[in-house]
Each structure stands twice: as structure tokens, then as C-alpha cells.
């Protein structure tokens, strides 16, 4: 999947985009969206995606990339509704919500075809994804006004910083990794997210009980998933080996697809000990 700059699109975070309220919101959790004020608050830092001095390896490249005239009006017009902004300090996810619900975080959600459909499946919860990349951002902002998903906020940045600087620890019910950039290259495997230091990170920030949840098409880096997991002391496999597919992850095309042709793919649900 290819990535662009987003520090080159017109789209910011801005708190002074007006604040609306979607038309028609989705199931129990009409969760109000995020006020200007808890915008203004939350707003320290610039949007910083490229933030110079990061001291550890990127898992993601900045591209150009192509994006509709769709999702870059979605990006002008939405992301100050629906986005929160990076900053150097710990979210309130009360305040970002509009309510206290269970929090899960998604990295990577791509274009944002799984997000919106667990985000509408689960009323209950509140979904953070976190994603680079404009043109996903933008089609993923359209989908929360399209269906008007209530549950759902979005960062664009670099999820390593917004877990590392964001995300309170024991705080997380549960994070999904869907398909991160398996980096097939063995002088790239040290761009892959899911490794052991990050992967502490993570663990340290998900709530005693809550999950995290992995899935992969490729084998190799599934085997190194099991393998991360599994030595992660605050993490305990919730199957013997790898896990099914729970219900409430649905089957992308590309998935679909990938079945039909034989492809193999790869699920793991680790459990956060006390
Ligand atoms: C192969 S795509 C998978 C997208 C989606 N989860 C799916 O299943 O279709 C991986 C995505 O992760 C994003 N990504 C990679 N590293 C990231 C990071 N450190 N922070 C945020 N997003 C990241 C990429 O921009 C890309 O969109």
C-alpha cells in the first residue's frame, strides 16, 4: 500500500473548523462529536506526521500517492470534525468521545473498510484508528459522514508516537492490527510494526483483560506475530497457536479473494494479564 505526505495536503487539524453534528447516529452510541473546545484543548501541536527527530525506524513510507477529489474534499472539509490531533500528551478519551465507553485503537485502517464495519457492529465501543496515509484518511472520514458512525475518531500520524504519547497505560480494551505492511524484504523487517519494543509499548497500554488482536496474510510474518506476542511477559495467547477469525472481523475483498486463490490467513487474539 502506498503512502503520501500528508503534511502536503490542505487538510489539518484545525480547531477552528465548526463542529456538527451527524445527521442520523448509528445505534445506542450517539456520543456527540468532538466539541471545539476539547478540539482547542487537545490541539497543542501541530499536525506532524513528518515531526523530525523521531528516534525510531518508520513502518511506513510517505509517498505520493493517488487520491480522489473525494477524499481530499472529505480531509478539507471533515478532519476537523472527526479528527483528534497528535500532541505530546496524554488523550482524555472521555472528552474525544463525548462519553466514557471502552476504547479500542486500530492502526493502520487503510482505506477503512473493516473500521467502519466493526465501528457500526459495536455501538458499545469507541474506535481510535490511527493511519498515515491521506487518501485513507479522507476515504475513512467520508464513510463516518456517509454512515454516520458516531464511535469513530481518527489521528493521522505515526501510531508508534500516538501510543507512545497519547494513550494512558492500562487504558486500552483492545487493539487491531489488520494487515500491517509485511515489509517482505529482509533488509525492510525492521520497518515492521509488530516487534518486541513496540510491542511492550502496546502491552503496557492495554487495560488488564483487554486484547490485542493481529491478522496477516503473510506467513512469514505471522510466524514472527506468534513469536512477539508469545514472549511479550504481559500477554497470554488466547488459543493454542493462532486464533479463528472472530465474527466481528469481516472478510475483505482482497481477503476473499486471497481464500479463493488458497492464500493462507493468520489471526492471533493475545489476552493482557493483570
Ligand atoms: C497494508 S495496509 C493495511 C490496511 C488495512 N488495515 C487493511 O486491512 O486493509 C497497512 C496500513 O498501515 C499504515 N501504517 C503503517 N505504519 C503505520 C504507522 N506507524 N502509523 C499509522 N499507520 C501506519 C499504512 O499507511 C497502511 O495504510
Given at each position: ?9 490542505p ?5 477552528t ?126 464513510r ?22 497519547m ?32 510491542i ?7 487495560a ?26 504481559l ?6 497457536g ?32 493483570a
Open positions: 500500500m502506498t503512502t503520501n505526505n500528508p503534511a502536503d495536503t487538510a489539518n487539524n484545525s480547531a473548523t465548526p463542529v456538527n453534528t451527524p445527521a442520523t447516529p448509528a445505534g445506542d452510541a450517539a456520543a456527540t462529536p468532538i466539541s471545539q473546545e476539547t478540539q482547542a484543548a487537545l490541539a497543542s501541536t501541530p499536525h506532524a506526521p513528518n515531526s523530525p527527530g523521531a528516534t525510531h525506524i518508520r513502518s511506513f513510507v510517505h509517498r505520493r500517492g493517488h487520491i480522489t477529489q473525494g477524499q481530499l474534499a472529505a480531509l478539507e472539509r471533515l478532519m476537523g470534525q472527526w479528527s483528534i490531533p497528535y500532541a505530546p500528551r496524554r488523550l482524555d478519551p472521555a472528552a474525544a468521545f463525548g462519553r466514557e465507553a471502552p476504547t479500542v485503537l486500530e492502526i493502520g485502517f487503510g482505506m477503512g473498510e473493516t473500521t467502519e464495519k466493526i465501528a457500526l457492529a459495536r455501538p458499545g465501543d469507541n474506535f481510535l484508528g490511527v493511519e498515515v496515509f491521506n487518501a485513507g484518511v479522507g476515504s475513512l472520514l467520508r463516518i459522514e456517509d454512515s454516520s458512525i458516531p464511535n469513530l475518531r481518527i489521528i493521522q500520524h505515526d501510531a508508534v508516537e500516538v501510543v507512545r504519547d494513550i494512558a497505560p492500562d487504558s486500552l480494551a483492545g487493539v487491531h492490527i489488520y494487515f500491517p505492511d509485511p515489509w517482505p524484504k529482509k533488509r525492510h523487517h525492521k520497518r515492521r510494526l509488530v516487534q518486541p519494543p513496540f511492550a509499548l502496546l502491552a503496557s497500554r492495554i488488564p483483560g483487554g486484547y490485542i488482536h493481529c491478522a496477516t496474510d503473510w506467513e512469514e510474518y505471522a510466524v514472527q506475530m506468534l513469536e512477539v506476542l508469545g514472549n511479550e511477559p500477554l497470554k495467547n488466547t488459543a493454542d493462532y486464533a479463528p477469525r472472530p465474527d466481528y472481523r469481516p472478510l475483505t475483498k482482497f481477503e476473499t479473494r486471497g481464500l479463493r486463490l488458497g492464500h493462507g490467513v493468520w489471526d492471533l487474539i493475545f489476552k493482557r494479564v
